[in-house]
């Protein structure tokens, strides 16, 4: 296959303008006039983002170190894995170690990296690196002055039991909590990376 030339030719939609329509600090909101694969037009609508990168600490007992936070777009305190958006230039594992920092407090001797998801794919860039931390020590945290969180820990069991019965239903944390399933029981494998080697 010719990796110039899109898998899927039929399926693929063609930008042909593109118009701003919202730059907030956080927020980067786009509106493209695509061209269709029949030849017609239509508009795309979407948030403009750079990514971000989600960390699964795991503690020396099998805890896990997870954080509780207001998420103000759904009016609800959230139980989740800690994350952050990447800072410009910035690499993923760095974001990953940046964030467990400055929102737990946690630093880690080794990381893995698992893979990568795209939490909202109808009307944003965004996409999420999954890292694992484990050999956690733990400092003081270095949160945003308009950041406040909760650090709370849970059991892999108590984590799954939130996923099924409803108490935690961030995309993010559900999928971390299908990958650590699967860490777990074996049948998905990690490239553990001391935390002296790596970049």
Do not use: N
């Not at 990381?111 to 860039?125: D, F, M, N």
Request: hydrophobic fraction near 40%; aromatic fraction near 8%; charged fraction near 25%.
């Amino acid at each position: 296959m010719d990796p110039a030339k899109p898998a899927d030719p039929h399926l693929v939609e063609h930008t042909l303008q593109q118009d701003e329509l919202l730059r907030g600090r956080f927020l980067h909101v786009v509106r493209d006039t695509v061209r269709l694969p029949d030849g017609s037009q239509a508009t795309r609508e979407y948030v403009v983002h750079p990514g971000a990168v989600m960390v699964i600490p795991l503690l020396d007992d099998g805890r896990l170190v997870m954080e509780r936070q207001w998420r103000h777009p759904i009016g609800q305190v959230m139980t989740e894995f800690p994350a952050g958006k990447l800072d410009p230039g910035e690499g993923e594992l760095a974001c990953a170690r940046r964030e467990l920092l400055e929102e737990t407090g946690y630093t880690a001797r080794e990381w893995a990296r698992a893979g990568q998801l795209h939490p909202v794919i109808s009307y944003a860039t965004e996409f999420i690196a999954i890292w694992f931390a484990r050999g956690l020590s733990r400092g003081p945290a270095k949160l945003d002055a308009d950041e406040f969180l909760e650090v709370v820990t849970a059991t892999p069991e108590e984590l799954m039991a939130g996923c099924r019965d409803g108490r935690i239903t961030d995309a993010k944390t559900l999928v971390g909590a299908l990958w650590l399933q699967q860490v777990l029981s074996g049948s998905w494998v990690l490239d553990w990376q001391a935390q002296s080697s790596l970049p």
